[in-house]
């Protein structure tokens, strides 16, 4: 079950997987876009599959589920060339789906003039894809 890596750890993706995302984008410069997003959602496993003490946690629930999102927020910009769009994103958590249950939500943690809350929080993300 998963993938074997060289360090001999099983890589597995999950059997369910949720995912949320809105995007809004706005005009700066002739192909460049600026972009604030949200995303959310998580994967789990089912049945046997969520067996084992490393896998713990990762059994989907319909009850619960929903208490398990992770959601993200960010700042990108996009340079549009038509046949392809370069996102270069900057992206922090709002809501985090593993801590104990009250600690999940994380917006008054936010700050961004603290170097370790930019080190443990921002995630930078450069990628090429379709325009959409």
């Excluded at 270069?88 to 809501?95: H, I, K, M, N, Y």
């Excluded at 994380?106 to 003039?113: A, F, M, Q, R, T």
């Amino acid at each position: 079950d998963g993938f074997s890596t060289e360090q001999g750890v099983s890589d597995q993706t999950g059997d369910i997987k949720i995912e949320l995302n809105a995007e809004y984008r706005l005009p700066l410069f002739s192909y460049l876009h600026g972009a604030v997003f949200a995303d959310a959602g998580n994967i789990w496993l089912i049945g046997r599959a969520a067996t084992g003490q490393e896998k713990a946690g990762g059994l989907f629930e319909w009850n619960n589920f929903y208490n398990e999102l992770a959601v993200g927020a960010g700042l990108g910009l996009r340079l549009d060339v038509t046949y392809f769009v370069l996102r270069l994103d900057v992206a922090f958590p709002l809501r985090r789906p593993f801590p104990d249950e009250g600690f999940r939500w994380v917006i008054d943690e936010i700050s961004p003039l603290s170097r370790r809350w930019r080190q443990e929080n921002l995630v930078m993300n450069l990628a090429l894809g379709y325009p959409f």
